[in-house]
């Protein structure tokens, strides 16, 4: 079953998610219906308020064939170097793309599926990646690290899309 993308402006992608502490069957259930909904949207990562879901969690996969979905629950970012700018979309912002400075190399902590705990070290496109969605459970779109101009720019070219396909 996949899920309903919320886009922007709705509210949902504006809220601070809360930590979750219930690792349950209901849990798993989200998360596969999320990497499911990820890949049906043809993206590489989503975050559970991208599908209305007030949750500290988001998947990716970064893969080329799309078979390794990855979960993140309750992520922080340890540690984190450099910085590299990148094009990103976003699939609450359809059509849409913007190039975004990031950290080029980070630690993150975060729990499994199961509650377990894990702390990676990636560079590349997994650590733009999980910034892009750690952004998410913050309420933080990526038009919010353009400059005023170019948000209004990328909103104009937004509106137009949303028109097209409504
Ligand atoms: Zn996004």
Known sequence: MTLKIYHY??????????VITV???KLETTT????ETM???DGCGLAAPQVGLSLRLFVMDISKEA???QC???PEILESEGAIAREEGCLSLPGVYAKIERAAKITV???DVKGQSHTISVDGIAAHCIQHELDH???VLNIDRLSKLKRALLLKKLEKVQKATS
């Open 39 to 41: 890949y049906a949207g």
């Open 32 to 35: 596969k219906q999320m990497i």
């Open 23 to 25: 690792f349950d069957d």
């Open 137 to 139: 459970l913050n309420g």
């Open 9 to 18: 402006p709705h509210k949902v992608l504006r809220e601070v998610t809360p």
């Open 67 to 69: 078979n390794q979905p």
């Open 109 to 111: 902590r975060y729990q």
């Open 72 to 74: 993140f629950i309750n």
